[in-house]
């Protein structure tokens, strides 16, 4: 786990697939101040790259639950990226937090194919180790921020294609669909959704939801934006973020 900040309410950052806690510094730079941002490495991921076990949603919703409480203090904001994002709604729906954020994430399961594809890109980096696997990353993610870069660097040193192979065969569609949970969501929840045909979501998923979601809930989409919105339109994502916390 790791703390960054001296004053205010406490903000809870969930990574998503290959990322670790060390992909929130530049958030947690940006609301230097206002709030306290605490985050941790999700199994398979980071210094958690040891932890096996499984990776159902049930579970990451589980082990966000148990860091919040481990925290001993109201958390304020809960907030998570992709895999993260769905964990933070869910269990933000049930934790006593007061309002929730998610940056793109993942409303229903994605493909097989989504998966392939995936793990097929994880290949070659994947098939190297130490330094030589640390360099491949920092030449694949050059054109991020510095800090990003670093934080994935972190993210995926050590670990293997299990914890995503995990979250592919344990989740089933059937048991990760959370349209109708923001449908009915009864406290404010912030949606960053990426550009039609650049999210992890497809259009029918993100039309559905913008037209369909509860009044506790409100949608912001960035144009020409990335899976990786919070990275790659970093500007755009905390000015949109700052506007919510401003207003609830």
């Given amino acids: 786990m790791e703390r960054w900040g001296e004053r205010g309410p406490v903000l809870l950052a ?5 990322s670790s806690r060390r992909s929130w510094v530049r958030l947690a730079q940006h609301l230097a101040g206002r709030l306290r941002v605490i985050a941790y490495d999700q199994r398979g991921h980071g210094d958690s790259a040891g932890v096996t076990g ?33 964990v933070a709604i869910t269990a933000g729906a049930e934790l006593p937090v007061q309002r929730v954020v998610a940056l793109d994430p993942m409303i229903r399961q994605v493909s ?13 980096s994947f098939a190297l180790t130490g330094a030589q696997r640390d360099a491949k990353t920092r030449e694949e993610f050059a054109d991020w ?16 294609t299990a914890p995503i192979e995990g979250l ?17 969501y ?25 037209r369909s979601h509860s009044k506790s809930v ?17 500007d755009a994502v ?7 916390l401003a207003l609830r």
């Fill in 14 to 18: 969930i990574h998503g697939m290959t």
């Fill in 54 to 86: 499984p990776m159902a949603l049930t579970r990451g919703v589980r082990d966000a639950a148990n860091v919040v409480a481990a925290l001993g203090e109201p958390v304020d904001v809960l907030l998570g990226h992709s895999w993260g994002g769905t």
């Fill in 112 to 124: 097989d194919q989504w998966y392939q594809e995936y793990l097929e890109e994880l290949a070659e």
């Fill in 145 to 160: 921020s510095p800090a990003d870069v670093e934080g994935k660097v972190h993210a995926v040193h050590a670990m293997t």
């Fill in 168 to 184: 592919w065969k344990e989740n089933p569609p059937e048991r990760w669909n959370i349209r109708g949970l923001i449908a009915r």
């Fill in 186 to 210: 009864d406290k404010p929840l912030l949606l960053e959704l990426a550009a039609r045909g650049e999210s992890i979501n497809d259009d029918a998923t993100l039309e559905e939801v913008e």
């Fill in 218 to 234: 409100e949608v912001v989409s960035f144009p020409g934006a990335g899976h990786n919105l919070h990275r790659t339109a970093f």
């Fill in 238 to 244: 905390v000015a949109a973020l700052d506007a919510w």
